[in-house]
């Protein structure tokens, strides 16, 4: 049975009933039309995808202490270092993740740790891989320490995706693979890591949120 996140119950039944009102009503006043077949499967799809939209799979989560996991599900489009401004103002190695409409949309942390630092930007809708998303577009900000290290975390809304939600505040401990947050309908996860991380992912690899491992601090 696929388990439904709690953010798409609405409009699933919303999608749902508007399905089943059109079905009745082709039924009823078109029986011999030629549309009726067609327009039949496309509402029927609609609801299957929106329901697939929301899927909320169990994920087996890493227990390692120095390991990071993914986010989000997607697809890796940047591993570069840069000059992380926000918070840091030093160094850090970004990765970020892209999410299609066929993705879990669920938002899951990447470390054990506290909530040092949380805040929501208003912004503009640019598309998501486009360079200046990450600091112009709608997002927020949140930056997970535990006793050794600290990621910040970057919820970025893009073309489609015109709602992000999320779950904590500063001084919440949230725990590895725990679920913070919720992007509708496509977007992208951007991942500030420390310098001595050692990635365990590469460009154009699919991963998924909550299980595969994004890399791994090294010590010293």
Sequence with gaps: MIKIHKEGYRLIFLVSLATLITIVLLYAYFPKSNLLMGLSI??????????????NPSRLIPIGENEIIASADGKIVVIEEVMETEFYNEKRLQVSIFMSPANVHVNRSPIDGEVKYFKYHPGKYLVAWHPKSSTDNERTTMVIENESFSVLVRQIAGKLARRIVYYVEEGDEIEKGAEFGFIKFGSRIDLFLPLNTKLQVELGQKVRGGETIIGEILNG
């Excluded at 496309?42 to 899927?55: D, E, G, H, T």
């Design 42 to 55: 496309f509402s029927v799809a609609l609801c299957a995808f929106v329901v697939s939209f929301f899927r």
